[in-house]
Structures are given as C-alpha cells and as structure tokens.
C-alpha cells in the first residue's frame, strides 16, 4: 500500500514537470525536426549497400560514403539539439525513454560514425564490414525511433500547443 502510494506520487509529481522543446523556432521543436535526415541516410547508406553487393557497380560505394558521411554528421546535430533537450528541461531529464532514446541514439551515432570512417579508409571492406554496421545502425535507427516516439506519443515531450488551436 505505502509503495503504491509512493508510486503513484512519483508519477503526479512527473506529470506536473515541464516538457515542453526549450530548443524551438516559432514553436517547433528543432530535435524533432533534425532527426528525419540521420534516419533516412542510415536507411540509404543500407540501400546502397545492398544494391553495391547485389550489382557490384562502384556508383552504389560513392553513394554508400556520401550518404553514410551525411547521415553521421547530420545525426551529431540532431544529437547536440538532442542533449540540449535532454539537459535543460528536467520533465525530459526524469524519464526512463529518454535515458532509453539518448543511450541508443548515441550509439547510433558511433555505429554510424565507424561505418563512415570504414568507407573512407577501406571502400573494398564495404562487403561484408559496411553492410552489417549498416544492418546494425538500421536496427539502432528503429530502437532510437521506437522510444522518441514513446516520449512524444506517451509522454508529450516536446509538444507546445499554442492556445490559438
């Protein structure tokens, strides 16, 4: 009873911190809309690997270190706006899917950072190397994705609803 009890003032106590984006232009917030070019690129640095061992030809490797360059250095900007996020708003800070989302998109990013930093150094290593760290980094994408849009869709966080609507 006296831990229900606890629990359940733990969760209003939750319920009642800010989660509004401190991180906004006009009211949108910048993370959610940073993170949609990381994702993408992850998915077609995959793409381009799959068509490079299903084809051989060498325009899918250019492809594959353009894409997975934009995708790595795109992702360290949505992660900065990310951590600023995570760091200055306390109604974020104390939610398990945040620590969650913030864990495995950095380890998106050091996935996605070592792919690239392959395909720089090595392009011949792309097959079998760069197609499981890109299999790997779309399986990251997916996990990171899942518990941001726990916090959004569960938890709010981010959402500023003008009182115009």
Known sequence: MKQTRARRDHAADLLEKDVSSAVAIAGHPLHAMSVHFPI???????GADILYWWSADPFWVRAGIWSSGVAFWSGVAAGIVGTA????????????????HAVAAMTLLSVAGANWGLRLVDPASILPHGLILSLLASFLTGLAGWHGGKLIFHH??????????
């Open 40 to 46: 993408a690129l992850v998915i077609a640095t995959l």
């Open 85 to 100: 996020e995570l760091l200055l708003v306390p109604g974020i800070r104390n939610r398990v899917a945040s620590w969650a």
């Open 156 to 165: 709010g966080v981010g959402l500023m609803v003008s009182s115009k609507d």
